[in-house]
């Protein structure tokens, strides 16, 4: 079987350094909020979330055009009203014409 032999300063150079510098950075940052580790991963994990809903709110859309959208386009909604308000008006002369 193979081994790895480390030497006294530790693992070899390849997976010594498994974090980047943005990773670094972050940490750099996050520690210069006041307050404990909880305190800095709570601030660091709502300026994440905050920074994912960007694109949500921030969407210049119609309601019911984008990809994952659950709701009615404002087209259609106004069409099915007049198509609703159409189909009642024709009712209601039906009926008129009836009673007379």
């Not at 859309?61 to 069409?79: M, N, R």
Request: charged share 20%; aromatic share 4%.
């Amino acid at each position: 079987p193979h081994s790895i032999i480390f030497n006294k300063q530790g693992p070899p150079h390849s997976q010594s350094t498994n974090q980047t510098t943005s990773t670094i950075m972050i940490k750099q940052i996050l520690q210069k909020i006041p307050g404990g580790q909880n305190v800095q991963a709570f601030v660091g994990t709502s300026i994440l979330i905050g920074l994912c809903a960007i694109p949500v709110f921030g969407k210049d859309t119609k309601t019911g055009h984008d990809l994952f959208s659950q709701e009615k386009p404002q087209a259609i909604v106004e069409s099915e009203s007049k198509l609703r308000k159409d189909y009642m008006d024709t009712k209601k002369g039906q009926q008129q014409q009836q009673q007379q």
